[in-house]
């Protein structure tokens, strides 16, 4: 059970497939059981403050306009319009009285831990906003769609099949958009040896919870730690060391959530040396202390209470 502290610094609100739970502009994202997306729709015109989460954020209005604050920018997408937003990104939503949209929000993991997508990762780190009535905006709006579909029907392995159209529209935003915002810098990176690269990163994904650091994985790949820094940022988009951080805390939190594992074993079986440093870390990156993220997950597992009949 949550305790008092925890309740006080958190709103949740439920909805009929699970809840939104807030920490100051801290929103943690539950899902259902064997699932990590989560699909609103709603008629409703609805405001939300600035926030940020840990998953992607896809905003598809069929009718009225949404619109998006996210720092200096303003996004109003229209009907047929796509807006994707990042995970981690700070952002509001104002939707107009006539809204009519689906609001997708969706764990990044199973789409990141493919080995060629880290080379799009300096297009995915910022807002996709899809519009002006083009190919790749249509495509991409019949691949969401199917996911809506899929999602409404709940049929056996429902999750995974809505995975699959988000990994398509990966694939159509690597061939296209990327190519056509970047081609240079796509250039260069196609002279990085991605054989050599994948298996750095299956290495490191399969030996994170191991005291490895980027000699350990500069040695495996055959490289100076010096050049294999460079080229691992080069193609990964990220340095190795938040790469690595961003791994083991993945592992951590889903421990946390979905475990009552102490936070001593999380701690060490996702590869931080220390309770100490791990609380340390997890709090710079999560905004909230492990014991913290459990309390609110475990406000999420609560059933709803009843209401009294008259």
């Known amino acids: 059970m949550a305790g008092k502290n925890t309740e006080s610094a958190a709103e949740q609100s439920r909805f009929p497939d699970g809840f939104r739970i807030l920490q100051g502009k801290q929103e943690y994202i539950t899902y259902m059981e064997h699932s990590s997306i989560r699909i609103w729709p709603s008629n409703v015109a609805t405001h939300y403050d600035h926030h940020?989460?840990?998953?992607?954020?896809i905003i598809l209005p069929d009718r009225g306009v949404s619109a998006y604050y996210l720092q200096?920018?303003?996004?109003?997408v229209h009907p047929g319009e796509v807006l994707i937003i990042p995970s981690g990104c700070l952002h509001a939503l104002t939707e107009s009285p006539d809204t009519m949209r689906n609001l997708m929000l969706f764990e990044p993991n199973p789409v990141m831990s493919l080995r060629d997508v880290p080379s799009m990762n300096a297009i995915l780190q910022k807002?996709?906003?899809l519009h002006g009535d083009t190919k790749l905006q249509h495509q991409v709006r019949a691949l969401l769609n199917q996911a809506v579909e899929c999602y409404q029907q709940r049929e056996p392995m429902w999750n995974t099949q809505c995975y699959s159209y988000l990994l398509q529209m990966y694939a159509l935003l690597g061939r296209q958009y990327l190519l056509a915002t970047a081609p240079q810098q796509y250039v260069e990176k196609r002279s990085i040896d991605p054989a050599i690269m994948n298996s750095a990163m299956t290495y490191i994904n399969e030996h994170y919870m191991d005291d490895i650091c980027l000699e350990d994985v500069a040695l495996f790949a055959g490289f100076s730690k010096y050049y294999f820094s460079r080229m691992f940022k080069q193609f990964s988009g990220i340095p190795f060391s938040e790469y690595l951080t961003t791994k083991r805390l993945n592992v951590a939190s889903d421990l946390l959530a979905r475990t009552n594992q102490p936070i001593r074993e999380i701690a060490l079986s996702s590869?931080?040396?220390?309770?100490?440093t791990f609380?340390?870390?997890?709090?710079?990156?999560?905004?909230?202390?492990?014991?913290?993220f459990r309390a609110i997950y475990s406000m999420a597992m609560e059933p709803a209470?009843?209401?009294p009949v008259f």
């Open 271 to 276: 590869g931080f040396g220390s309770t100490a």
């Open 52 to 57: 940020m989460h840990s998953a992607v954020e």
């Open 305 to 307: 209470p009843t209401k």
């Open 72 to 76: 200096d920018d303003v996004y109003q």
């Open 127 to 129: 807002p996709i906003y």
């Open 279 to 292: 609380n340390r870390v997890f709090r710079e990156y999560k905004n909230c202390t492990p014991s913290q």
